[in-house]
């Protein structure tokens, strides 16, 4: 699995993914098929009845995992959403999430719902005239045309990094009186999976040089995390937490970011703990210390 490099961080397992309520897990991982054969990786949302933000963050976790244990970053995805029903509080997250997965890990997205009401659902929720909702009546169809579809996978994508590692270096302080480790991610872009290993290399060895666990406090004012980078920042951020936090706050995130932030703490039992200013995020931190 990508960034599970150092000795305390292999120890580590990930927790069992949470389910939808009514839907047990091992039901989730049913409705996750991968045909290798095609490239295709088969979501079935059908008769799902999405009623919150958290059942939402739920299924799309156990997405984000299952593409990860595939050991491919790219497939065709093909959705069922026949009979699905998305109530508005959860179509925030079904809007965001799918978006950050298909920017991730998609070569091409065809979907299958006979209703007209989730082609407009789709589309507004994409936002934009340009965006081709490829949904079909029926599954054949949507099949034929994911084969029209170019693969990507033999294209060497190389990402060029946007911070060097003596940059990534002096926005890393220990406070060691205090056991705070200070991660000052501001006016600080994360463009791609490259950047996002970049600086969780570099924060797993200064951790482990250590030989200790640390309070994390985060600076994201005017932080850039752009969609295609997010769910390896979330996923090496989690490791980095089990593994190396004795609590994280965080403070001054912009709008998207904390949105992105709340999102997966609703279903993966974190507390987002962002606050204003670094001050109160300090107080924060000596809460978390008495075992508030």
């Not at 752009?226 to 920042?233: N, S, V, Y």
């Amino acid at each position: 699995m990508r960034g599970e490099k150092r000795k305390f961080i292999v120890m580590i397992t990930q927790a069992d993914p949470q389910a939808v309520e009514g839907l047990s897990a091992g039901e989730i991982d049913r409705r996750i098929t991968f045909h290798p054969e095609t490239e295709t990786m088969e979501v079935d949302f059908s008769g799902l009845h999405f009623e919150t933000s958290a059942q939402v963050n739920a299924f799309y976790d156990r997405i984000e995992d299952r593409i990860d244990d595939s050991g491919e970053n790219l497939w065709f995805f093909l959705v069922i959403y026949s009979g699905n029903r998305i109530d508005p509080d959860a179509w925030f997250a079904h809007a965001r999430r799918g978006k950050t997965l298909n920017l991730a890990h998609s070569m091409g997205t065809v979907r299958v719902d006979a209703s007209d009401e989730t082609r407009l659902q789709i589309e507004r929720a994409a936002g934009t005239e340009a965006f081709d909702a490829n949904l079909f009546a029926e599954r054949d169809s949507a099949i034929r045309r994911l084969a029209e579809l170019p693969s990507k996978r033999r294209q060497k994508i190389t990402h060029e990094p946007n911070h060097s590692t003596e940059e990534i270096a002096r926005r890393v302080r220990f406070l060691e009186a205090d056991q705070i480790l200070e991660i000052d991610l501001s006016k600080f872009l994360l463009e791609h999976d490259r950047d996002v290993d970049d600086l969780y290399d570099h924060l797993e060895m200064r951790i482990e040089a250590t030989s200790q666990r640390w309070y994390f406090l985060i600076n994201y004012n005017d932080t850039r995390i752009m969609p295609e980078a997010w769910i390896q920042f979330a996923r090496r951020g989690k490791i980095l937490n089990l593994g190396g936090s004795l609590g994280t706050v965080r403070y001054e995130a912009g709008t998207d970011t904390e949105a992105d932030i709340r999102l997966r703490a609703e279903s993966q039992g974190f507390r987002p703990n962002i606050r204003n200013s670094r001050d109160a995020a300090l107080a924060r931190i000596e809460e978390i210390k008495r075992g508030g």
